[in-house]
């Protein structure tokens, strides 16, 4: 099975500030890769697929970029309703290992 | 507009059984592959199980593989989990979400509001 480890674990960071979470898949996955913001207490949504492809409706100053292995989600500015926890996912071949999650925080 | 509505959670003691069901709407549900994900309380996302468009396909996780069945009616739109020996550790809220269409291989794009299954005695 294919792993999906997340980095940071959590992030604390000030409103207008460029935030960076990585994703690393423990063997190749192409572009097979989506990230996912879940807001506390609410339904995960789907942010980003195929790596980079922006979900409609997504602000953009959301991006992801990466191919492989790893991969990147990005926050361009970050905004106070970005607080949420961003999970990525192989989801290509079962099982569609979700990475544990990294809780953005404002400072 | 695509809907996802399970039921089905409640609160059943250690080693019983469990079904879950997932109600959808709003698109050809005999077209998409359907998945089920769980959250225990505080943690995060966890894949549980997925079942193809015609149902002739299933894979679990390693967790429950033996223990719990995916299954789907397309006839009535309707998704189902059926739990048996159920475990403490695997109180949650179990979501179903909508993954690949025919012929093209899709990320979690719509989910249920989720349903709450609490294990204890």
């Known amino acids: 099975d294919i792993q999906m480890t997340q980095s940071p674990s959590s992030l604390s960071a000030s409103v207008g500030d460029r935030v960076t979470i990585t994703c690393r898949a423990s063997q190749g996955i192409s572009n097979y890769l989506a990230w996912y913001q879940q807001k506390p207490g609410k339904v995960p949504n789907l942010l980003i697929y195929?790596?980079?492809t922006l979900q409609s409706g997504v602000p953009s100053r959301f991006s992801g970029s990466g191919s492989g292995t790893d991969f990147t989600l990005t926050i361009s500015s970050l905004q106070p309703e970005d607080v949420a926890t961003y999970y990525c996912?192989?989801?290509?071949?079962?099982?569609?290992?979700f990475g544990q999650g990294t809780k953005v925080e404002i400072k | 507009q695509v809907q996802l509505v399970e039921s089905g959670g409640g609160v059943v003691q250690p080693g019983r059984s469990l079904r879950l069901s997932c109600a959808a709407s709003?698109?050809?549900?005999?077209?998409?592959?359907m998945h089920w994900v769980r959250q225990a309380p505080g943690k995060g996302l966890e894949w549980v199980a997925v079942i193809s468009y015609d149902g002739r396909n299933k894979h679990y996780a390693d967790s429950v593989k033996g223990r719990f069945s995916i299954s789907r009616d397309n006839s009535k739109n309707t998704l189902y989990l059926q739990m048996n020996s159920l475990r403490t550790e695997e109180a949650a809220v179990y979501y179903c979400?909508?993954?690949?269409?025919?012929?093209?291989?899709?990320?979690?794009?719509?989910w249920g509001q989720g349903t709450l299954v609490t294990v204890s005695s």
């Open positions: 195929a790596a980079s």
């Open positions: 996912q192989e989801y290509n071949i079962a099982p569609q290992t």
């Open positions: 709003g698109f050809t549900f005999s077209s998409y592959a």
């Open positions: 979400a909508r993954g690949d269409i025919v012929g093209a291989i899709l990320p979690f794009d719509s």
